[in-house]
């Protein structure tokens, strides 16, 4: 897979607050971003031929009606939820490299005025699995990621002024982006003044509530030198995890050893094997930040750190964007920037390859970026440029 | 000092299936029980068609003492959905089941001072019967003396 694709396009709608979308449609949302990745490529609609979604996807049909696509060659979705936005760049890449299709889109969007993705959980159907935790009024991922926290908290001595630098340094990377959420600098008494809302995790460790939609376009290599952009190349994009955390947070019989983490340790490995590269070799990481803790926990399955020692790494400033060696979430994440169900850390990695990101990491040429911890498959992504 | 409390009960919505039946069939006698597999004897929960280790089908639904510690818990002590506010707060806990080679229950740390509750802590279950339901919900208490 190395080398032999890469994104050549890349739109976005605004990120708007939960609800401020309307009246616009999801499906609108979804296809403005895609007309506008195909723009921002040089290319047309009509040379789209395939969709590679994760968490289910969209309908495709219509899309392809509506938008006035010719002909669709390649349809598919990763299984999970948020675990595959990074990875679906991977079956896009996968379409393309079988001969599928030559030009894919991969989009994510969410709209959230009916339902909050933050309460989704007590939105479920009654299944016999859920019947084990509904009772329990873990009623959002929130929650449910505050037990892995307090755990990662009482096995490592992590703290909660660990989870504060990682919204902090977040936050200042998104005061200087227009498209940013939340633009005012966060103090560390911002942070402990904020409400409580799953103990160990305060409103400021939780992702933010958006609606928005953002698509790229991928092709082959070959093809990508001759478009408007200067290509982002696809190393690796993987997906998978292993059984020990399966189901995850709506299970939480994972192994102690890996029940404080962010199930990505697997992938991460097959990643970089994929890629060729190393973990010193990224320049910029752009990690799934639902919850700050998760960051910690990804920073550790990709090696960054060793295993129990994130919070020491980000206690020294290391994700920093000023004096850090790894700048993290350099948009200002979802945490502070804009959540899109991870699509807006795919966005943020091109443009610090094409050079041309709000908060450039100089001379990036390696960026990673990770889908989100959920129930597997979780995913990543090594692009270069 | 807040005393933890019962999340909403409307939020707990039965379901079950052949895999699961058992385990709330026992709920009604107050009786905590885990899937064990017949051959090889590897516990699992929640319940599941196969075993993990030897892909028998065949469970065993053993006994279990009841007895457990926290493994972790968080506290929800603000409303993020309607109906919440009467019920804070209240502790969802992942307990480790006594006699069950170290499977968890998700469940809820009730009637002890929030500010008393720590990972490791012993606790044992207690049930709350759910209303024309015919299966009772399990939660934890602290381990009392005797």
Known sequence: MRDKTAIVGLGATPYYRRGASAPQTLEELVGKSILAAVQDAGLRVQDIDGFAYFAGGFDTAMLTETLGIPEIRFTATLTGTGGGSAGAIGLAAAAILSGQAETVVCVGANQQGAQRFGAITAAYPATPENAFFSASGLVGPGHMFALLARRHMHLYGTTREDFAEVAMAIRANAVANPNATLRKPMTREDYFNAPMLADPHCLFDFCLENDGAVAVIVTSAERARDLRQKPVRVLAGHHGGSRDWGRSIYWMNMPDESFASSGHAAVAKRLYAAAGVEPKDIDTAQIYDHFTSQVIMQLEDYGFCAKGEGGAFVRSGAIRLKGGSLPVNTDGGQLSCGYVWGMTHVREAVEQLRGTAVNQVPDARLALVTGGPSIIPVSGLILGN | ?146
């Not at chain 2, 196969?50 to 929800?76: A, D, H, K, M, N």
Request: with cysteine; net charge neutral; hydrophobic share 40%.
């Open chain 2, 1 to 146: 000092m807040a005393i933890a409390r019962r999340p909403p009960p409307e939020l707990f919505k039965l379901s079950t299936n052949t895999w699961t039946q058992p385990f709330w069939d026992a709920t009604a006698r107050h009786e905590l029980v885990a899937a064990q597999c017949t051959d090889c004897g590897h516990f699992r929960m929640p319940p599941t068609p196969f075993c993990p280790c030897c892909q028998s089908q065949r469970i065993t639904w053993t006994p279990l003492s009841g007895r457990g510690e926290v493994y972790s818990y968080t506290v929800v002590a603000r409303a993020i959905m309607p109906g919440m506010n009467a019920h804070l707060p209240y502790v969802p806990a992942v307990i480790t089941l006594e006699g069950a080679g170290g499977i968890r229950l998700i469940s809820n740390v009730v009637d002890v001072a929030v500010a008393d509750i720590r990972v490791g802590m012993p606790v044992q279950v207690v049930w709350d019967d759910v209303d024309g339901q015919g299966v009772a919900v399990p939660r934890f208490v602290p381990v009392t003396a005797g």
